[in-house]
């Protein structure tokens, strides 16, 4: 690690740090792993969704909370800003380490907006399930056969990851 980054990287982070340096300590965190790691290597790690929660997560409060968030995003990057500098990460184990870390705290921030990028329509698969059955057992005969559940489900869900999208809060995994 060069002296430019010796200030980031530390494993340990005080709350002053968390609370006044972390937009400075993730830019610099940020900045060293694409200069150490190739793109396929930076797109597998989901760095870009990594740092639009590190940057979500500096403006949102309880303070308190959120400096657990920022502690487990940092320890999902220092996973690769430690890593020996010949270590080659698996595809498995970077989904892995994505799984563990980045998806847990983006469903913990989905009370914030932030939505995974999800397959919406198979998703509303499950309304038109509901449909089925309410037309087996004789029920939709009064809303004239319509899936009706199926067109709620769908549009929620679509408009639920447009809203996140226009936001800059949709997480690509």
Known sequence: MTSNYSSAMQRVYSSHDLDKNFITLLEIKGQF?????????????????????????????????????KKKL??????YVFAEKDKIFTDKEMAMNAGEHLHKLATSMSDYGFRTKSYWFFLSLFGLALDGILTLVGIAKFYYYVPIFFIIVSYRLYKRERKAEKEGKLLRF
Do not use: Q, T, V
């Open 33 to 69: 792993l694409k200069e150490r790691y190739s793109g396929h290597i930076i797109r597998s790690i989901y760095l870009d969704n990594a740092m639009k929660m590190g940057y979500a997560l500096f403006d949102l409060k309880p303070k308190s909370k959120m400096r657990e968030n």
């Open 74 to 79: 940092f320890k999902y990057l220092d996973i």
